[in-house]
């Protein structure tokens, strides 16, 4: 293959949606135009989101208003994932209260389930997801549920949702209010577990995708664990330090921008001696410190300084006064 371009490989790429192509309700400056690009150059899009909260439908809705190509065929939810995940462990028909909106009850009659509001309604099984105004009533019939003997069931563990206000606590945060007061801890089908990864590779049929994300702990981890290639961008949650003293389920095989990256080469970093370089750009390990110069596109000394911060790390994290002085210098100006 012919490889001019950073999607070039891949026949599919699995996106994030929270922080990659938009936040809250506005899309990310040029996200749309990337996918549009891709989407015409023959590359399936699957919109891969923890985000349980609404349908398929109003997703690709969504997404189509912002200009990018979607239909609801496109869209795999944690509350599909986590449908098949119940569905797979009860009875057809089997009642399942439901904490969250209609994007977890919709997933569930899909699968021949039966969503419910109360424990009095012989739930087997509580399946929790993010919603505006999830109510504390709601959480305590999950909580008596569970006390019960049911199945608990999380859409996904992410502990905030960023916004264009700003990080807003997550399914993660909001499913510590029945685990803490049950003792029981859910089972996750969001990512970084496996059941949404095994839901995209289902509903799309990928050979070679490109997962992408805002997100370490959720999107980088779940390829890692899924055994695929990922792009970080940096438009959402993760932060250079972040990226820097990231362990090793949680390194990206990329890191851009955002997703205009998809149609340019990819710079290589290369072995430079004792150290690494990205164009301009060559980091070293000296003394327990990071050590960055060069000059050009500060992305570009980031990846270099991630690879070199990375095998200096090994299967730990770099500690971060290890590695700010470069962010505050030499990364924030351009040289050294």
Known sequence: MDIKTLIDPYDTLLLDLDGVVYLGRDAVPGAPESLREAAGRGVRLAYVTNNASRTPGAIAEHLSALGAPATPEDVVTSAQAAARLVA??????????????MGLRS????????PVSTAMEGAVAVVQGIAPGLSYGL???????????????????DSTMPTSRGELPGNGAMTRVIATATGVEPIVAGKP????HRESMLRTGSRRPLVVGDRLDTDIEGATNAGVDSLLVLTG?????????????????????????LHRPYPQVRRD???WACAGW????EEGRLRLEGRGDPLDGLRAAAAATWEAAGEGQADEDAVKAVLVSSLSGGTS
Request: no cysteine; hydrophobic share 45%; aromatic share 4%.
């Open 88 to 101: 797979e462990r009860v009875a057809p028909g089997a009642a399942v209260l439901t904490v969250g909106g």
């Open 107 to 114: 997933a569930l009659r899909a699968h021949g389930l039966r």
């Open 139 to 157: 959480l305590s019939e999950g909580t008596l549920a569970v006390r019960q003997g049911a199945l608990f069931v999380a859409a996904n563990a």
């Open 193 to 196: 577990e496996p059941p949404l």
């Open 237 to 261: 949650v993760a932060t250079p330090l972040d990226l820097l003293t990231a362990g090793p389920r949680h390194r990206p095989t990329y890191v851009a921008a955002d997703l205009s990256a």
């Open 273 to 275: 001696g004792e150290g």
């Open 282 to 285: 060559s980091a070293r390990w």
